[in-house]
């Protein structure tokens, strides 16, 4: 499964693996919507340093994550995307949603 | 301006292809000599192209989605991504930021994008034939000799 997740039980975080399409994007969504709905956490980082591609399909994903963490009073934050994700990401507007941290300390991403 | 170069690809509606199409268009511009950011515009536009054929062309139902990749002497790369789905009523409509019919968690940004990352998109459609996008993209030219 192209998800990694490591939880305190009050941040999730959600490595993702390889691409993001609308191919995949079903099988990712579910590994992350169990992972809150086990923990009901309060806030959830979606780490993209390890996705090489994304085009809006995974927006989707993003913004039906911030509907979920909505509904438990909690925060989406998104973590190391890479140049071409974070331009798909600003042209969406998704910033207004979710805070995004283009390069996080020990990050990879260039 | 002369297409030097041109390539088509014929591949059946499902999901699992959308990573092929970009991959196999970006690997026949690639001649082109593009830069890293424009071959990453062209996968990200193609991958919303014929991801449109599947969700609302075929609408989950399994057809054919035709691609024709052509590049020309002055650096242009025209994509050609068409479908005999189900057609699109209102292409304006259709193509507005966050319009979608799809529901789900569809975002309604493939259009938005595909404008976005290429320098032109057009489309064609009539509902009940099917629909074709071309996607435009003028590369810095770096042309290199075609053998």
């Given at each position: 499964m192209p998800v990694r997740i490591e939880t305190n039980g009050e941040v999730v975080t959600?490595?993702?693996?390889?691409?993001?399409?609308?191919?995949?994007?079903?099988?990712?969504?579910e590994e992350v919507d169990m992972?809150?709905?086990?923990?009901?956490?309060?806030?959830?980082?979606?780490?993209?340093?390890?996705?090489?591609?994304?085009?809006?399909?995974?927006?989707?994903?993003?913004?039906?994550?911030?509907?979920?963490?909505?509904?438990l009073?909690?925060?989406?934050?998104?973590?190391?995307?890479?140049?071409?994700i974070a331009k798909v990401?600003?042209?969406?507007?998704?910033?207004?949603?979710?805070?995004?941290?283009?390069?996080?300390?020990?990050?990879?991403?260039? | 301006m002369n297409v030097v170069n041109e390539m088509k690809l014929d591949i059946l509606s499902r999901?699992?292809?959308?990573?092929?199409?970009?991959v196999a268009?970006?690997?026949f511009v690639a001649q082109l000599d593009p830069t890293i950011e424009e071959i990453s515009d062209i996968k990200t536009a193609v991958s919303e192209a014929v991801t449109n054929c599947i969700v609302?062309?075929?609408?989950?139902?399994l057809g054919r989605i035709y691609i024709t990749v052509r590049l020309t002497d002055?650096?242009?790369?025209?994509?050609?991504?068409?479908?005999?789905?189900?057609?699109?009523?209102?292409?304006?409509?259709?193509?507005?930021?966050?319009?979608?019919?799809?529901?789900?968690e569809r975002a309604g940004l493939g259009f938005a994008v595909m404008q976005s990352f290429m320098d032109k998109v057009s489309v064609r459609s009539k509902v009940g034939s099917g629909t074709t996008v071309t996607l435009t993209k003028h590369l810095a030219l770096r042309v290199k000799a075609n053998g």
């Open positions: 959600a490595y993702l693996e390889g691409e993001l399409d609308h191919h995949s994007a079903k099988a990712i969504r992972a809150i709905f086990k923990d009901s956490p309060t806030l959830l980082v979606l780490d993209f340093r390890d996705i090489t591609f994304m085009d809006s399909s995974g927006i989707g994903l993003i913004m039906g994550r911030y509907r979920v963490m909505s509904g009073g909690g925060e989406v934050h998104v973590a190391n995307p890479s140049p071409q990401m600003k042209l969406s507007g998704l910033d207004r949603l979710a805070q995004i941290n283009p390069a996080m300390k020990g990050s990879k991403a260039q | 999901s699992a292809n959308e990573s092929f199409a970009r268009v970006a690997a609302h062309g075929y609408a989950e139902k002055t650096g242009a790369v025209q994509i050609k991504i068409r479908d005999a789905g189900c057609g699109i009523s209102n292409i304006k409509q259709a193509m507005e930021p966050l319009f979608t019919t799809a529901g789900g």
